[in-house]
């Protein structure tokens, strides 16, 4: 090795041969230990154990005390890309190109409650209008991945119980028991950390940095039938997106999506569909 290797390149070598080991290792299996890591790499045990400590934060590797680092588990990824629309009333916009694993849902909260302020200006309706605040926890392969909060009219969904959410899609069951066709949806993504009753349910520490989405679909209409606030896990969860790079006078589009450089709507550049479109649940 050269000696005179920069702190920054060693660091970079470091991490190069972690990532070959990932990519060879089969999740849940252990790494090397340390000493022969660092023999194997000539650094110090410091410099690599500050390096495997960026991979475990990147959700790539699992430090488990006194047993060693291991490989994590594939994180789940949402494709972006054109396709059917798999959600029956959800309309020929509103499909996903795909998300990883078997999801599951269990619900946690069924309340009715006034709207409020707050939730009253998102689904456009008077603060004192009774509305259903739902929360569910979704799982992935049987491992807990978000927590979900579903707002939507009660008036909208007469009769909805807290198993249909369990058993069925809820978009599949506006349009199938209810007759409600949506049609378009506005969603933020931003990052965030899990609160301690999120951390709860998720099964990681407080503070475990997380991705927030924010959704709210109309129908056909244009009313505003349901806002959801999901919470999903940063060390398990991340978004694919395919781009076209096509000279056209957009200047760029996901495909089957609705980003565009040159759209003038407000927010139109972060819609993003996650499984909750899907007949997953």
């Known amino acids: 090795m050269v000696s005179s290797e920069s702190r920054w390149e060693k660091r970079q070598r470091i991490r190069a041969h972690l990532m070959d080991l990932v990519e060879e290792t089969e999740a849940g299996r252990p790494l090397p230990g340390e000493r022969q890591l660092c023999e194997t790499l000539a650094v110090s045990r410091p410099t ?75 689904l456009g309706t008077a603060p004192v209008e009774r509305v259903l605040r739902i929360t569910r926890l979704r799982l992935v392969d049987g491992d807990p991945m978000c927590v979900e909060t579903l707002h939507v009219p009660a008036a909208l969904v007469p009769g909805l119980a807290p198993r249909d959410l369990e058993t069925d899609s809820f978009y599949r069951l506006l349009g199938s028991r209810y007759g409600i066709l949506l049609t378009r949806a506005s969603q933020l993504i931003e990052p965030t950390v899990v609160d301690e009753a999120e951390a709860d349910l998720l099964g990681v520490p407080v503070h475990t940095p997380a991705l927030l989405f924010e959704r709210a679909a109309r129908d056909a209409d244009g009313r505003v039938v349901e806002f959801t606030r999901s919470v999903y896990r940063g060390d398990r969860y991340r978004i694919l997106t395919e781009l076209s790079l096509a000279p056209e006078a957009d200047g760029g589009r996901v495909l089957g999506g609705s980003w565009s450089a040159a759209s003038h709507v407000p927010g139109a550049d972060t819609l993003v569909l996650d499984p909750y479109w899907n007949d997953r649940g």
């Open 48 to 122: 690599l154990r500050s390096v495997m400590d960026d991979l475990v934060r990147d959700g790539l590797l699992l430090r488990e005390h006194g047993r060693g680092v291991f490989v994590a588990r594939t994180k789940v990824a949402q494709r972006l890309g054109q396709g059917p629309a798999s959600v029956s009333g959800a309309g020929p916009g509103l499909s996903v190109g795909g998300v990883d694993g078997d999801w599951t849902s269990r619900t946690v909260e069924f309340t009715g409650t006034a709207a409020g302020p707050r939730i009253g200006r998102r």
